[in-house]
């Protein structure tokens, strides 16, 4: 059977005339691919970071406000556009972050200051923030029907492996490419270009309704039918992608200063084996009991970054990527679960509001915990700061742990009243 089918185009002024829009496999697809690049060239400054420093002679402050600068623009975006596209559609709302994302790389390539990388940055989140609800949705209307959680894996997974993508491309390119601060971006803006050109044939499944406007004022959305499993599984989205946030503000840094391998591929390799170890994770349990893996993913995050810091103090490379790849473990197996609960009781017409709530929050652990570390490192110490990073995370995963004992109690009480119910 074909995976490419019909769907008549009538809509006035849409850039693609022709009868024939991809639907089903060959859209699905298509989407999953441009989610990918749009996250992956957010992660291709992080193995510069070190170039950046010793050509302008940055401090580690300057290098997190960097990274700071997009994450408030990606917040900002995600709380203000993060639902246009169940309004406006799905494909409109990426193919402007597509157009802010190419601006952006095109910054970066020609930026010869501090001032001009903040701008690059800057942009470079809101075009995430605007289009990771949109394209996670549409991963979710195009689904095929016979793999109805597939969905909801690869918007788990995509993110992680699409910043390992960036990170590792990033340091091969920096290495051994001409150019090294140019033409990384400029291969991520051909692959942005290419991605918006596939995205106009992809077939709109999602309905326009009105309020498109009123969607712009700030607002977290979280549909009330997903709101207590949304409280129970933060706990993990916020452990996880804090941890993240560290690697990737600060990952290349620590692979300089502390462990003394001065290689930008070693920098790309360090969020890789946190972002990678995570990827494969999702999908690895993706077909395991959802509670079960946010379990052992919080574990993870407790005994990973506790390993990290012991390994940093021996001043031992392989004890800080082996304990990288079991707090990455953590990442994916957490934030993988999390999201697969939420999608499961998510509204069609909530989709896109949730996902950037979702993304809201996990980006705001991403950065804002890193931006603090930044802050404090020429004060305390890098090894200092990452120790306490650890523990913040630690704590944040037990937490999450005592929520998810929480959870199975009470969807064990409620399958109990149905069957009581039925019995009635």
């Known amino acids: 059977m074909s995976s490419v089918r019909a769907i008549p185009t009538t809509t006035t002024g849409d850039a693609v005339t022709s009868s024939r829009r991809w639907a089903g496999t060959g859209g699905f697809v298509v989407v999953a691919l441009a989610l990918l690049v749009i996250i992956a060239q957010a992660g291709a400054p992080s193995p510069l970071y070190p170039v950046y420093q010793a050509e302008w002679n940055l401090q580690p402050i300057v290098v997190t406000s960097i990274f700071a600068v997009y994450v408030v623009g990606l917040l900002v975006t995600l709380i203000t556009v993060g639902s246009l596209s169940d309004h406006i559609g799905r494909r409109p709302v990426f193919l402007a972050a597509a157009v802010i994302a190419v601006v952006a790389l095109i910054v970066f390539a020609t930026a010869t200051n501090v001032t001009e990388l903040i701008i690059a940055r800057a942009l470079q989140g809101a075009s995430v923030g605007a289009a990771t609800g949109a394209l996670g949705a549409a991963l979710i209307d195009l689904q095929p029907a016979a793999r109805p959680r ?95 946030g560290l690697y990737l503000a600060l990952g290349p840094t620590i692979v300089v200063s502390v462990l003394h391998l001065h290689s930008h591929v070693a920098g790309g390799l360090a969020v890789a084996a946190l972002t990678g170890a995570g990827a494969i994770t999702g999908l690895a349990i993706q077909k395991t009991d959802a509670l079960k893996s946010m379990i052992v993913g919080a574990v993870a995050l407790i005994v990973g970054p506790a390993l990290t810091v012991v390994a940093l103090e021996m001043g031992s490379t392989w004890g800080f990527f082996a304990s990288s790849l079991i707090a990455g473990i953590g990442f994916g197996a957490a934030f993988q679960s999390a999201l697969r609960l939420l999608l499961a009781v998510a509204p069609a017409e909530g989709r896109a509001g949730l996902l950037s709530t979702v993304y809201l929050v996990s980006y705001a652990a991403f950065g804002l915990p890193s931006i603090i570390a930044g802050l404090l490192v020429p004060s305390l110490g890098l090894i200092t700061v990452v120790l306490w990073y650890a523990i913040l995370v630690a704590v944040l995963a037990v937490i999450a742990l005592v929520l998810q004992f929480v959870l199975r109690r009470t969807r064990s009480v409620e399958k109990a009243a149905d069957r009581r119910e039925f019995a009635l």
């Open 150 to 244: 597939l969905a909801a894996v690869l918007n788990g997974v995509i993110p992680p492996i699409a910043l390992t993508v960036g990170a590792v491309s990033s340091g091969f390119l920096v290495q051994f490419a001409p150019d090294p601060t140019s033409t990384v971006f400029l291969v991520f803006g051909i692959l942005i270009l290419a991605a918006g050109v596939l995205v106009l044939f992809i077939a709109e499944k999602n309905e326009r309704r009105p309020g498109a406007i009123r969607s712009l004022s700030p607002t977290v959305s979280i549909p009330r039918e997903a709101r207590r499993v949304f409280s129970a599984v933060v706990g993990c989205m916020i452990s996880s992608w804090a941890l993240g």
